[in-house]
């Protein structure tokens, strides 16, 4: 399970982004998630639900998932398709010349933070 490691990558990377912005508590979190990059959504909610209860900064804090179109492309054709329902194979031209154009993603997209008052301005 992979997932456990992702979650606490991405809260130490909160806490560093936290840090560095003064900001004192995280409200919600957003990543973006490629349906093929690997990930089980609901495992890595599972160990999210988990893990920010352990963490002050993100105690609480729903964890929002938004999946992302894996799309393969064909060098033979120039087409474009989406990789889950036809795998390596156009389903245009029937060439196995293709790749992954998305889909293998996983980024934080969005942080909703709460700042420390009277925090001084960083340049």
């Not at 639900?49 to 992302?68: I, Q, S």
């Not at 889950?84 to 031209?93: E, F, I, L, M």
């Amino acid at each position: 399970m992979h997932e456990l490691g992702i979650v606490k990558h991405v809260i130490r990377t909160l806490n560093d982004v936290a840090a560095e912005n003064n900001v004192r508590r995280i409200g919600s979190v957003t990543l973006e998630v490629g349906e093929v990059s690997g990930v089980v959504i609901e495992q890595l909610v599972d160990c999210w639900n988990y893990f920010r209860e352990k963490d002050e900064l993100v105690k609480g804090a729903p964890l929002y998932v938004e999946t992302l179109e894996a799309v393969t492309v064909c060098t033979a054709c120039d087409k474009t398709y989406g990789t889950v329902a036809h795998g390596k194979t156009c389903p245009y031209c029937g060439s196995k010349e293709t790749y992954l154009l998305r889909g293998n993603e996983f980024s934080i997209k969005q942080i909703e933070a709460e700042l420390i008052e009277d925090a001084p301005e960083t340049e």
